[in-house]
């Protein structure tokens, strides 16, 4: 995304919640970026995802647009929560999921993203929620930069620019936390 481009949305972040014309538009300048994130996110499942790669990217922008009271501070501060929204949706899949193989309350569920990460063993994805929250909870900007990097798709210098750092220090937090997040998940499966 070029700089015009980044200005852009900054701007129709702050005319959200003024006007349905600058959401319209902003889905239109992010969508891109955000499909591809989701499907990076389903790299490796099943054939013919792309549908649900499409919902993921809706269910996360309904999310982050239904509060209008949220008052964007910029480009950054709405990729770190689209990360957020786009991490709670796939935990929250996951536990579905994991309930169902229990023997949960089977029901009828219309086609969105409850239909993501099907072939993706829920039990490996609540240990890495877990093991976000035990990062958050010791280092809430290594965390931070685990979202952006893996959640929201950012590069390093998107990430650094996003947080206000410098790229060593995102480049060091980023192997510090995945190191960890190796470990922790190790521990648990």
């Known amino acids: 995304m070029d700089d015009d481009a980044r200005n852009q949305v900054t701007r129709l972040l702050h005319d959200v ?10 889905l239109t300048l992010v969508y891109d970026h955000l499909r591809r994130i989701a499907q990076l996110r389903m790299k490796g499942e099943r054939a013919g995802h792309t549908l649900e790669a499409t919902g993921l990217v809706h269910e996360v922008f309904l999310k982050l647009m239904g509060d209008e009271n949220i008052g964007w501070q910029n480009r950054g501060h709405f990729y770190a929560a689209a990360a957020r929204a786009m991490q709670q949706i796939l935990i929250d899949h996951a536990r579905r999921r994991k309930a169902d193989k229990r023997g949960g309350g089977r029901t009828r569920v219309p086609l969105s993203v409850v239909d993501l990460a099907q072939d993706v063993d829920p039990d490996q994805i609540l240990a890495l929620d877990e093991a976000m929250e035990e990062l958050e909870a010791s280092d809430p900007r290594a965390a931070s930069v685990v979202r952006l990097r893996f959640f929201a798709g950012l590069e390093v210098a998107e990430t650094a620019e996003v947080l206000g750092l410098s790229e060593r220090t995102v480049m060091r937090d980023w192997a510090y936390a995945r190191a960890l997040l190796f470990e922790k998940i190790s521990e648990n499966g």
Do not use: K, S, V
Not at 17 to 26: I, P, V, Y
């Open 17 to 26: 919640g003024r006007h349905d014309a600058a959401r319209e538009e902003l």
